[in-house]
């Protein structure tokens, strides 16, 4: 059978103002992918760390539908904006991100 599945991230944000100036990249690589050696096969998420969806309806997709024995790695990158002014500093972020999966 196939038994297609989708997932979604979503995570709990917070911090003291620094999560609106953190740039996060979630990338998927191809099935089968591992994170030795990583390679991008779609990107699932690109914008502010603060505006990441809270639950799994405003959670990015991975776009491809996974079967329950396929497996792929996500790689994320956080990058300062360049553009924030120094009155940040001392200023925090946290994040629980949050994997969910339901058949599709």
Not at 15 to 30: H, K, M, P
Request: proline share 2%; glycine share 10%; charged share 20%.
């Amino acid at each position: 059978m196939n038994d297609q599945r989708l997932v979604k991230l979503y995570g709990v944000i917070g911090g003291t103002g620094l999560e609106n100036d953190l740039d996060l990249r979630v990338d998927r690589s191809a099935a089968g992918g591992t994170c030795a050696g990583f390679s991008s096969a779609a990107n699932v998420y690109t914008g502010l760390l603060s505006d990441l969806g809270a639950d799994y309806a405003n959670g990015a997709s991975s776009l491809v539908p996974l079967t329950t024995s396929e497996t792929v790695a996500y790689e994320f990158t956080v990058t300062l904006d360049p553009n924030t002014d120094t009155a940040e500093q001392g200023n925090t972020a946290t994040a629980d991100f949050f994997w969910e999966v339901r058949t599709a």
